[in-house]
């Protein structure tokens, strides 16, 4: 497994050395407001394609909007996200921002893998049918096919053996890892992991940090709110730093995460580590 550093040594050795690595995902100027209530005040964000970015902060200080904003599950109340550089949910018309149709919006979701605290697997689908299912229906792939990447995909994030068991039946572990082999069948742009470790008991953690380091170690695009601050150091290009809606302070690990320059990054720092 590569780590973060030698990762990217390999993408600049691939990489004509004067071309910036293409940018997987902007955030351009994006404010979030729930009636009175400031949840996002002006968030930039530039990741590159093939990069991990880690985002950190104290409860409340809105990294989970700022996934949501970026999946379109919530839509800013300004600014707007770019994936591959094709707004997310909204198209420019006459110098303005337009709303897509709810379909459109679907096409476009698809292309972002979504991880949850929760799995949100279907309780109701086999394992094989929970991976599958949205590549028949979004019309990506047919039925045999996509049971046949699914199956491969399963044997990645070591569940082959499950196919054909229900989420019930698995541990909490075992179901994060279908959910991420479910993300990964979209064939998506970016993956986003909302504090995919804090709903598992400590021993189940390991095993889907290890899955996630995997796929940072293939090169996709991954960006993860978590408190694993070891995991952070060990798997992120970048760490973010959140805190009040706003990004506080963001660099490489060793930069945010040893020589924090924020007192608020500082002081969050001391509590977690
Ligand atoms: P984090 O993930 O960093 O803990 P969140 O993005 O979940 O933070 O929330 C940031 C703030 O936005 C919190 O104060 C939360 O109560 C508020 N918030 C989140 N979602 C909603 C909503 N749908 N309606 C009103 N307030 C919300
Ligand atoms: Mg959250």
């Known amino acids: 497994v590569l780590n973060a550093e030698a990762r990217s040594a390999t993408t600049h050795l691939a990489a004509d050395a004067d071309e910036p690595a293409p940018v997987a995902v902007e955030v351009h100027g994006v404010h979030k407001w729930y009636g009175a209530h400031r949840v996002l005040d002006g968030i930039d964000l530039t990741v590159a394609a093939g990069e991990v970015t880690v985002v950190l902060g104290p409860s409340g200080s809105g990294k989970s909007t700022l996934l949501r904003v970026i999946?379109?599950?919530?839509?800013?109340?300004?600014g707007h996200v770019s994936l591959?550089?094709?707004?997310?949910?909204?198209?420019?018309?006459?110098?303005?921002l337009r709303e897509l149709s709810?379909?459109?919006?679907?096409?476009?979701?698809?292309?972002?893998g979504f991880v949850f605290q929760n799995f949100n697997l279907f309780p109701h689908l086999t394992v094989l049918e929970n991976v599958a299912a949205a590549p028949v229906?979004?019309?990506?792939?047919?039925?045999?096919?996509?049971?046949?990447?699914?199956?491969?995909?399963?044997?990645?994030?070591?569940?082959?053996?499950?196919?054909?068991?229900?989420?019930?039946?698995?541990?909490?572990?075992?179901?994060?890892?279908?959910?991420?082999a479910r993300?990964?069948?979209?064939?998506?742009?970016?993956?986003?992991?909302?504090?995919p470790?804090?709903?598992?008991?400590?021993?189940?953690?390991?095993e889907v940090l290890a899955v996630i380091k995997d796929l940072a170690a293939g090169g996709t695009t991954?960006?993860?709110?978590?408190?694993?601050?070891?995991?952070?150091?060990?798997v992120a290009d970048r760490v973010v730093f959140m805190d009040g809606g706003r990004i506080v302070e963001q660099g490489t690990p060793a930069e945010v995460l040893d020589r924090p320059r924020h007192p608020r990054t500082q002081e969050f720092l001391s509590r977690v580590l």
Do not use: C, M
């Open 71 to 78: 999946n379109h599950l919530e839509q800013p109340t300004l």
């Open 84 to 96: 591959g550089g094709e707004p997310i949910g909204v198209r420019w018309h006459r110098g303005r």
């Open 102 to 112: 709810e379909r459109q919006i679907l096409t476009q979701r698809g292309r972002i």
């Open 137 to 180: 229906a979004t019309g990506l792939q047919r039925r045999t096919e996509a049971e046949q990447s699914a199956r491969e995909l399963l044997d990645r994030v070591g569940l082959g053996e499950k196919a054909d068991a229900y989420p019930r039946q698995l541990s909490g572990g075992q179901q994060q890892r279908v959910a991420i």
């Open 183 to 195: 993300a990964l069948a979209q064939r998506p742009g970016v993956i986003l992991f909302d504090e």
């Open 197 to 206: 470790t804090s709903a598992l008991d400590p021993e189940l953690v390991g």
């Open 222 to 234: 991954l960006v993860i709110v978590t408190h694993e601050i070891g995991f952070a150091r060990e």
